[in-house]
């Protein structure tokens, strides 16, 4: 999962060309880049795609619904050109799993969402994430969701899965700090505004580099 930098740029922009441009002024700085639903719903499943050709990518769609749609779902984002997508394990094995058999028919790789970055998933995603996390493990995912807000939770989610990647949001905009979600075992962090609003984006990815190294 892990290539060389530890950064996943997520691309919470709502124009194609923004997108492409960022991607490519920042690629030497990012493994990988993060599309989700703002920009998939105003620049079409074919910036995927486009995408792909400049960075490896990472569909977030949150994918949470019964199994035949959660593979349909799957199987749309990854034909478009996608590396990875990531899932909410809160719907059960079995809409999970069809991620996975998805992902596996594709090449391609399946994260869990265990817990949120923002202040609500307190209220419902984190008295659950440990059984989100070990159902996570069982259904043969890549890699699991963990908030960079709360490096504690970081830390539990890491004694649960092992080995298998922990890529982490709320770097940054959110108030999360780099340096602790790596120390706490992060594997990765996902970083969008304090990058892409930056007067000066690549200076602040550096930035984070530097703190993370």
Do not use: W
């Not at 441009?21 to 700085?29: M, Q, T, V």
């Not at 969402?113 to 890549?142: I, K, Y």
């Not at 770097?171 to 602790?180: D, E, K």
């Not at 979600?181 to 930056?198: F, H, N, P, Q, Y």
């Amino acid at each position: 999962m892990i290539r060389n930098s530890r950064l996943i740029l997520v691309l919470d922009v709502l124009s194609r060309d923004r997108a492409l441009d960022l991607a490519s002024s920042l690629r030497d700085k990012i493994d990988y880049v993060k599309v989700g639903y703002p920009l998939i719903l105003a620049a079409g499943l074919d910036v995927v795609g486009e995408l792909s050709r400049i960075a490896p990518v990472i569909a977030d769609l949150k994918i949470a619904d019964i199994p035949n749609t959660n593979t349909l779902i799957s199987e749309q984002v990854l034909e478009a050109g996608a590396s990875g997508i990531i899932a909410h394990a809160f719907v059960g094995k079995d809409s999970l799993s069809a991620c996975v058999d998805a992902a596996r028919e594709h090449g391609g790789l399946v994260f869990a969402m265990t817990e949120m970055s923002h202040p609500g998933a307190e209220e419902l995603m984190a008295p659950v994430a440990e059984r989100l996390a070990r159902m996570a493990t069982e259904c043969g995912v890549d890699g699991v969701v963990a908030p960079a807000t709360r490096p504690e939770r970081i830390r539990l989610v890491r004694s649960i899965v092992g080995d298998l990647a922990i890529i982490s949001p709320g770097v940054g905009a959110q108030g999360g700090s780099a340096r602790a979600a790596i120390e706490a075992g992060a594997d990765s962090l996902i970083v969008g505004r304090s990058i892409t609003e930056s007067p000066n984006p690549a200076a602040s990815a550096d930035a984070i580099l530097r703190e993370i190294r």
